[in-house]
């Protein structure tokens, strides 16, 4: 999962402090560092935004005030030097508080409540909207558009994407919970190790779907699924 992320700290040090977190976290990414809540209207309204990491004490308009305008759909984290606003931040509905100066430690903890909050809300499928995943391989994070996965296999702990155009990832992985985060309009399960992209076939028979010159099994278990999924896209 990665998060859409934006700051808001008049406060120059602060403000880099945040963006060097941000950078070094593989699961956030930066959308705008603002030095104003008024400088960063444009960009929050433009952008799918998750988390908002914002000062409250700032001269033009506090964070206290801003936050009342932010969509109830993005968790605030308030940022500040001052104990006594804790309780001020929390009326309006902040998710998390941070107290300067933040240590990456103390960062990171805020973070992993925001991914725990996401990941236990149905209703939050952030594969579905940006149009990729994101999966581990050799120590490194790999991106995968989802509509360049043809296939995907399984093999006891591992995953394998077959991609279009692109060399084959192997990620460790269980396909069940993958079936679950990915599109149902487009990834079928056509076999107990397999999930297939309905997209991009090039032919079906009731044993097998292809992809060019790859072939991957249907079970019978399956086959009226994919049956009546091909009836329904039939003239």
């Known amino acids: 999962m990665i998060l859409n992320c934006a700051i808001i700290d008049e406060d120059p040090e602060a403000l880099q402090l945040l963006e060097q977190y941000i950078e070094k976290t593989p699961t956030l990414h930066l959308i705008g560092a603002y030095k104003s809540a008024i400088d960063a209207v444009d960009g929050i309204r433009h952008n799918h935004l998750d988390v908002l990491f914002l000062a409250i004490h700032m001269q033009q308009i506090s964070g206290l005030e ?9 968790k605030i984290v308030f940022t500040t ?9 929390y009326k309006v509905n902040a998710f998390d508080y941070l107290l300067k100066p933040i240590s990456y430690d103390d960062f990171m903890r805020s973070c992993q409540k925001v991914f725990e909050s996401y990941m236990q809300d149905d209703n939050y499928n952030p594969i579905k909207r940006d149009g990729f995943l ?25 995953i394998r994407f077959h991609l279009e155009g692109r060399p084959n990832v192997r990620t460790l992985g269980n396909l069940k919970q993958l079936e679950e985060r990915l599109p149902k ?15 991009k076939f090039d032919t079906v028979d009731q044993q097998h779907i292809t992809y060019g010159d790859q072939s991957i099994p249907i079970s019978e278990t399956y086959f009226e699924f994919i049956k009546k999924y091909l009836e329904d896209h039939s003239l």
């Not at 801003?66 to 993005?74: E, H, I, S, T, Y």
């Not at 030097?81 to 931040?89: C, M, T």
């Not at 994101?134 to 591992?158: G, M, S």
């Open 66 to 74: 801003f936050a009342k305008v932010v969509p109830k759909n993005v």
């Open 81 to 89: 030097a001052f104990k006594e606003y804790a309780i001020e931040a």
């Open 185 to 199: 309009e487009k990834f079928k399960r056509v076999h107990r190790s397999f999930l297939a992209n309905m997209t």
């Open 134 to 158: 994101v999966v581990k391989r050799d120590y490194k994070c790999v991106r995968i558009p989802i509509d360049d996965i043809l296939f995907v296999d399984c093999d006891k702990d591992y």
